[in-house]
């Protein structure tokens, strides 16, 4: 079974602070992919990256960065000089081999103050 | 940029009536989803679909729900009898293939549901 756990409920941080946002998973699968999704205020969902199994490089995309570990089942999300833009709900999902559906985590609701 | 888009945005329905939520993936893609998120929760897996068919389904997805492609562009899901608890928000998603996992879902804005 897949499941996804996002502990932090709600982040609250003044604008230009950096923030971490913690993921862990549970899969039985060897091949496995992860995701990070963002929900703003408007309710879509904007997809911000994915990362298969194999993979454990850290990945920076401007102020974004990614930090997989499979050791400790974690795949935790910061960013760097925080913006007003950045509140929104930032979701963890993680799909398995041979099935494309996410499972996602509770949701992390970010509120950058300014 | 091709997306996937959703109609309506927004439905209001009594409880026990049928509703169909509309979506047109985007058109080189093989896979589609449906997800629900009930207002401040998670987002939920319903049902996949490939080839005309079903692919997986979760629990949720009981014999009230049933989806459709009628033609080559709209994916339906259509709530036979709905009910209070059906209230939520609705993704369509979309991807250009399934068969390996791990491939990006793009979302459609959702439909907000709201049952009476």
């Known amino acids: 079974a897949q499941k996804v756990t996002q502990a932090q409920t709600e982040i609250s941080v003044v604008e230009k602070e950096d923030v971490t946002l913690d993921c862990v998973y549970e899969t039985r699968d060897t091949t496995y992919y992860l995701f990070w999704y963002k929900q703003p205020p408007s309710g879509e969902l904007v997809f911000l990256i994915r990362?298969?199994?194999?993979?454990?490089q850290n990945e920076i995309s401007g102020r974004y960065s990614w930090n997989f570990q499979k050791s400790t089942s974690s795949f935790n999300f910061t960013i760097t000089a925080s913006q007003v833009v950045d509140s929104a709900v930032y979701f963890c999902a993680l799909s398995g081999t041979g099935a494309n559906n996410l499972f996602f985590g509770t949701g992390t609701r970010l509120t950058v103050i300014p | 940029e091709p997306e996937v888009t959703q109609t309506p945005s927004h439905q209001v329905t009594q409880m026990g009536q049928e509703v169909i939520l509309r979506c047109v993936p985007i058109?080189?893609?093989?896979?589609f989803y449906w997800y629900r998120q009930i207002l401040g929760q998670k987002v939920e897996f319903l049902v996949s679909?490939?080839?005309?068919?079903?692919?997986?389904k979760s629990e949720i997805f009981d014999d009230q729900f049933s989806v459709e492609r009628p033609d080559g562009s709209n994916f339906t899901l259509k709530i036979r009898s709905t009910k209070l608890e059906d209230s939520a928000m609705y993704f369509c998603?979309?991807?250009?293939?399934?068969?390996?996992?791990?491939?990006?879902?793009?979302f459609g804005p959702g439909t907000r549901l709201t049952v009476l």
């Open positions: 998603a979309s991807t250009q293939s399934g068969l390996a996992g791990g491939y990006e879902q793009f």
């Open positions: 990362r298969n199994s194999f993979d454990e």
């Open positions: 679909f490939y080839n005309n068919e079903i692919s997986e």
């Open positions: 058109s080189n893609h093989l896979y």
